[in-house]
């Protein structure tokens, strides 16, 4: 304003370590004589009517289920665990703010020689059908593990605020 009667508020949100909140923000003003107020932003910056600060880490949990019975997953690939039944693997991701997209998984299949072998065509975790949604949990089950082979998996999610998940390996 011209008669240097500006006033400039700052308005601080997500200061909590926590913060993982959507915020919706409305500006109006008007003076003592029911003039509406001109608003205006610093240069370079828009008037956001909606946003969501994120400070949350996701989580990653993983567990294996051998016919009907939990199976011990193990990160030692000399130690793996055994069964003779087929393997079905499923990852949670704890995160409000979920996006397939950001969810990556990789599968690897050794031979009792260790060689590398191809006995299971993993499917694209990036599409939000694979995956269900209950309240913050998103969980995806991997295709059953049915072929002779020494399976290890690692999975990976960073949220839409950058904050990454730590990996399961």
Do not use: C
């Amino acid at each position: 304003l011209d008669d240097q009667r500006a006033i400039t508020y700052k308005i601080g949100f997500g200061k909590e370590a926590d913060a993982d909140h959507d915020y919706k923000v409305a500006m109006t003003g008007r003076d003592a004589s029911g003039n509406q107020a001109e608003i205006s932003f610093a240069d370079g910056s828009v008037a956001p009517s909606e946003f969501t600060i994120d400070k949350v880490v996701p989580i990653i949990r993983v567990s294996a289920e051998s016919d009907g019975k939990s199976l011990a997953m193990t990160t030692d690939p000399d130690n793996p665990a055994f069964t003779q039944h087929f393997v079905t693997v499923t990852e949670v991701v704890e995160e409000r703010n979920f996006d397939a997209k950001d969810a990556s998984y990789t599968i690897t299949q050794k031979n009792a020689k260790k060689q590398d072998v191809s006995v299971y065509q993993p499917i694209d975790i990036t599409k939000n059908n694979v995956w269900k949604k209950n309240g913050t949990e998103n969980t995806f089950t991997a295709n059953v593990f049915s072929e002779d082979a020494n399976y290890s998996a690692s999975f990976e999610y960073t949220d839409l605020a950058g904050n990454a998940a730590v990996p399961y390996e």
